[in-house]
């Protein structure tokens, strides 16, 4: 209704919207699934290509999705120390203006290994583990960056609902933070909620099913396009869903997408902000259907708890992972997994509960939850901390939240050392690039050259592995649709996969050529340093600049005279793609929040650059020194810490 006060983006766009509508906000809802929980039908298309090139054997190598390291938070803990002989297994068991860097280059620094999509961390701990006595909660949900904020913080008062945390512009509720009695926080379970189906068609335009030729709906879409004319598109719609193969370059089959977002949306947020136990609170989440989430828990009576959320499906054979024959029904969705068959936990006597998108599910869990877990390097690098024994503060949730150690770099890195010293030759730098990594303690410094060389080592040796078996990349960066190339392996626990490799030295991944896996680890360091994008000393080859941090508006980003002042821009960064502060080029944590059941008022909140999405505003980049320097703000609740905290006030009245 205030169409003459809209931001200046609007102004340069020429772009007048519409009256928001409940419409936009179920829309908001649904683009966080497709942040969340879209995209794995791309695995599976690649996964295709590499088990028909490879075979069974090294593909089910490649493909891991479990490992010793998994903490499933309904597990009892185990020594995290190193595998019992079982879980280890031997050889034969692995079958089973300034502008952000081009992650796809050939000289990029981006880790294979690095999550290609982003992550979170959440955990609680029970009184006994804190300082008070009380539980303590926290959560930093890890998404691309963005100005303005993904949230916003908002404390929500009307007669005894009382809720505080933080929302996305134009949801009415909080997603994640605590009201009077409980508090919680959420990761992404990244379950496999999208099969893809081949469609067999006539001439006709029928596509086949077990009843015989059946015609597929059509649906017109249009895309407006400003200063030109619309796109309309006709959509076949099969019995599964959309044909989607166009967004596959080089696809001639006719694929269909089953996604439940499909089946609708609910929004149960009002129910978990109003929740005052866990049984409530477990109500409210048995309605959630996606994004599917790990959801931790506490309340004032120091209770904590775990739960899985969401609509998960059950298959009639198969699980998701691999492309399956739509004109039978052989592959069919029979529902979802029962809400109360989800993975959950109440009050667990060791007290600590953590999640980082890797694997939640026991041994013998009946259901197939995901075909592709993240590695567990973060999960368990949260429970080494949290185990250590040390009664726990919110300083100390701040401190875990910004931890840049990698157990798997550090492990990489002793593995390249070891070879390098039982080289037969060396040159001049790699030699120098050893004595770096022996002395590296495996923080992903900004100021440290070691990350750099092991990543890019890591790097080298994936491609000295892989591309004997997959193919060379192309030289355009687009993939073929039926040919892989070793740069088509892009699977979150590819980390596993190399540790693996590097423990038990299998004959089957030995490349032609080399005598042992210590002559690959050492062509690896020699290719990674040798490299035209290496410096000339490799000590000044720092981490922070080799993998950098890109947040920028998307429009003033670009306007010469203001882009300074619009974004924090390209700046070094600490952190990796396996540490509990989990960072890329362009994502990391979107919020870190602590919330303190001993005493509300000293609960902590940080977004990453400000409140306001008005780049004069005083709120538009209040917040980003802390976030950068791993500081944080108190989150007041009680009415005296409110008005105590309070600068101003800002009165809305409806209809004036």
Known sequence: SRTDRLPVEFRILRYRPQT??????????????????????????????????????????????????????????????????????????????????????????????????????????????????????????????????????????????????????????????????????????????????????????????????????????????????????DVSVTRHGPIISELVPGENRSLALRWTLYDGLNDPFFEVDSAQNWDEFRHALSTWDAPSQNAVYADVDGHIGYQTTGHIPIRATGDGSLPQNGSDDLHEWKGYVPFDKLPSIFDPPWGILATANSRITPEKYPYSLSTEWEAPWRTERIYRVLESGKKLAPADMLALQTDIYSAFDRFCAERFVYALDHANHLTLRAAQARDLLRDWDGQMSADSAAPTIEVRASRELARLLLEPKLGSAPKNGISDATAPSWRDYRWAMSSLWLENVLEKQPKRWLPDGYADYEAVLTAAVEAAVNNPAAPKKLSEWKWGKASPLYIQHPVLGNLPLIWRWTGPGLVDQSGGGLSVKQVGRQFGPSERLTVDFSNFDQSTLNLVTGQSGNFLSAYYRDQWKAWYAGFTFALPFSTQAVEKAKVHRLQLDPGK
Do not use: C
């Open 20 to 233: 928001w509508t409940a419409e936009d906000s179920i829309l908001m809802g649904a683009n966080m699934v497709e942040n969340l929980n879209h995209g794995k039908y791309r695995a599976a298309l690649e996964r295709e290509k590499i088990l028909a090139k490879l075979g069974p054997e090294l593909t089910a190598d490649l493909y891991l999705n479990s490992s010793w390291h998994d903490r499933p938070p309904t597990k009892v803990p185990v020594r995290l120390d190193e595998p019992d002989d079982e879980d280890r297994g031997d050889d034969s068991s692995m079958t089973g203006i300034p502008q952000p860097l081009s992650p796809e280059g050939a000289d990029s620094f981006e880790d294979l290994f690095s999550l290609l999509r982003p992550g979170s961390n959440n955990w609680v701990v029970s009184g006994a583990h804190t300082v008070s006595g009380k539980p303590l909660l926290s959560n930093d949900m890890h998404l691309n960056h963005q100005m303005p904020n993904w949230w916003y913080e908002v404390h929500l008062r009307s007669g005894n609902f009382d809720v505080v945390g933080v929302s996305l512009p134009g949801m009415p509720f909080v997603i994640v933070g605590h009201n009077q009695r409980i508090g919680w926080g959420f990761t992404n379970l990244g379950p496999t909620v999208e099969d893809l189906y081949v469609e067999t068609f006539n001439d006709q335009g029928q596509y086949l099913t077990p009843q015989g030729w059946r015609d597929p709906e059509h649906r017109r879409e249009v895309i407006h396009i400003k200063g030109k004319a619309d796109v309309v598109m």
